[in-house]
Each structure stands twice: as structure tokens, then as C-alpha cells.
């Protein structure tokens, strides 16, 4: 049976089980090998995520599973994503929708956001938890590579409320040397779709050298869908097979992405200690909408709110948010 969760669209079978390694096929249906089971649990900020626009200042219950569809030769968490996800499983622990839920309840979280590993590799236990999330009003959101069929980005959209999706290069040849996909195209349409429905922000991790040459083209592109989806540029520091590589130089990339500020009114720029280039302006006036402080490293915090209707305190432009509604 051919799998149809992602582009890959793997045929799969009772002992075959893909790029992922995590589903198989019965004869009947496509199964997961590891249901319900994760490798992490985590409360914090949303920005920290990063969400900039969803739910400003609330706390999150961030979580994730095992294996990815990707194979980024930088990756981050490539102890998760790249190892036998089977391998893992004497690390993971198994949780319940219901019990994930009742966590995020009890630690006072606003939402339950997946930003471990890449969702569509774990999406009936996803969907599984977006149910019982929904009947407690709590949203879900994730942070996906984007790389899914037409059918899984509608499954997608079934599942989460919010979105952080990473485009990490619009060139065939950086995707194929450094992502290990054949076209960009996929995740492209999925950012389209998505944003025509949900919310949705876009992160692009930036190797000097390899793809910060494309930073215009890609604020271009996201301009043309909405130029107010907000845009997050990650100070990447490589790690796997580039734990080598040069760590990209501050000052070059903002200058890059100067022209950027032109298209799209809400870029960020950071993943380093101090970042100037976090906070959030009104696109009509200029005045500070929210502050945020840049600890680095998925440390970032909200430290002033002054928009909290969705309108700028000094003109009341309406500024982009997902926020809960005030009576």
C-alpha cells in the first residue's frame, strides 16, 4: 500500500515502513509502528517555540515523537530524527491523549504545540490528541517541514490551529545536497494552502554560504501569499554532518535582509543572545506592538505586550495575532 502522508509516498507493507520507519501496512490501512508513544514533554513560552503571533506570552506544552521524513545534513536534533525510531522506543514513554491533555490543564498551558520532530511521521496519534484537545479548548499547534501530499495537508489543517512552517531553501540543488528532497515545490503549496485557513508563520534557517544568497527570493514568495505572515530568520549554528561549518556572521545576514524589510512587515531575526531585530513595530507607525528579549537558542521572551485587543497602542492599526477574544 502506498503511504500518503507525505511526498515521499512510500509503498509500504507488514515489514516495510518507509522514509520514516514509522508506519507500516496490514493489507487494510496504513498503521503506526509506535502509537502514543513520545520522547519529550516541556512547558514554556510560546515564543520560545518560536510563535511570535499565536497566543502572545502564554505558556505551551511543547512535545514530540521519534523520526523525521527529512534528512537535513545540519539537523539539530539529529539524535531524534535520525536514529531507528524502533531503537529509541526503550527511551520514549507512552501517554494517552486524555493524559496529555490533563498535563497541559494542569500546568496552565493555553496550548499544546509539537516541535520536537516532524508531525506527519505520527499523525493518527496527532489526530488522536487534537480531539481531546479540542473538547478541553485547548489548540494545537506544530512546527512541520511542510513536505506533505494535498490529502495530509487537509488532514493537517483537521488537526492543528496554528502553524510554524520551515522553508528552508527555494533552490533544487540546496535541497537536494543539504535537505535530501528533490523540489521545494510541496512545501511551498502547503505554505499557500495553509495560510489561506490558519495561522501560519515561517521560519527559515540560515547557512552562510548555502542558502542566505535566497533570503530576498523567500520574502518575496511569502510576501505574494500574505505579507503579514510573520517571518522568522534563525541564526542557524550547525550541528550533525556540519557541526563544522561556520556559524553565519550577524551583521552580513541583517544587512541581507534589509531589502526583506521592504516586502514583509513582521521579520525576525535571531536564535543568538541579544538580538535587536525580535520585536514587533507597527507597520503604519513604527511603535513598539510587543517587546521581546532574545536569550538565544530558543530562549526568546515576551517582556512587553501593548497589543493585546490586536490593535497598535499608538495608532490602532491592526496588528496580526491569533489571541484569545476579549468580551
Not at 80 to 93: C, R, T, V
Not at 184 to 208: K, M, W, Y
Request: proline share 6%; net charge negative; glycine share 8%.
Amino acid at each position: 500500500m502506498r503511504c500518503n502522508f507525505c511526498e515521499w509516498r512510500c509503498e509500504l507493507g507488514a515489514d516495510t515502513y518507509g522514509r520514516c520507519r514509522m508506519y507500516y501496512a496490514d493489507g487494510q490501512a496504513i498503521r503506526e509502528r509506535f502509537p502514543g508513544m513520545w520522547c519529550s514533554y516541556e512547558v514554556g513560552k510560546i515564543e520560545a517555540v518560536p510563535f511570535y503571533h499565536a497566543y502572545p506570552g502564554s505558556r505551551c506544552l511543547t512535545t514530540g515523537t521519534s523520526s523525521c521524513n527529512f534528512s537535513c545534513t545540519y539537523c539539530s536534533n539529529a539524535f531524534i530524527a535520525k536514529q531507528n525510531p524502533a531503537a529509541m522506543q526503550g527511551s520514549m514513554f507512552h501517554f494517552s491523549a486524555q493524559r496529555m491533555v490533563g498535563m497541559a490543564l494542569k500546568l496552565g498551558c493555553r496550548s499544546i504545540v509539537f516541535n520536537v520532530n516532524e508531525p506527519t511521521v505520527s499523525l493518527p496519534t496527532l489526530r488522536e490528541l487534537a480531539t481531546e484537545a479540542a473538547a478541553a479548548g485547548i489548540p494545537l499547534g506544530c512546527l512541520t517541514n511542510g513536505y506533505t501530499t494535498p490529502e495530509a495537508t487537509e488532514l493537517l489543517a483537521t488537526i492543528f490551529t496554528f502553524f510554524n512552517i520551515s522553508l528552508k531553501g527555494l533552490a533544487d540543488d540546496f535541497n537536494r545536497s543539504h535537505i535530501g528532497i528533490p523540489s521545494v515545490d510541496p512545501i511551498l503549496r502547503t505554505i499557500t494552502r495553509l495560510a489561506g485557513t490558519h495561522h501560519v508563520e515561517v521560519t527559515t534557517p540560515v547557512i552562510q554560504g548555502a542558502n542566505d544568497h535566497e533570503l530576498d527570493d523567500i520574502a518575496r514568495f511569502i510576501a505574494a501569499v500574505d505579507p503579514e505572515i510573520p517571518w522568522h530568520v534563525l541564526r542557524l549554528l550547525p550541528e550533525d554532518e556540519m557541526k563544522d561549518a561556520v556559524y553565519p556572521d550577524i551583521v552580513r545576514i541583517n544587512e541581507t535582509l534589509h531589502t526583506a524589510r521592504r516586502h514583509l512587515p513582521y521579520v525576525y531575526f535571531h536564535n543568538f543572545v541579544g538580538s535587536d531585530w525580535v520585536n514587533t513595530l507597527c507597520p503604519e507607525c513604527a511603535a513598539p506592538a510587543m517587546e521581546r528579549f532574545s536569550l538565544g537558542c530558543g530562549g526568546d521572551q515576551l517582556q512587553r505586550f501593548s497589543c493585546p485587543d490586536g490593535n497598535c497602542p499608538s495608532c490602532g492599526h491592526t496588528i496580526k495575532l491569533l489571541r484569545d477574544e476579549t468580551p
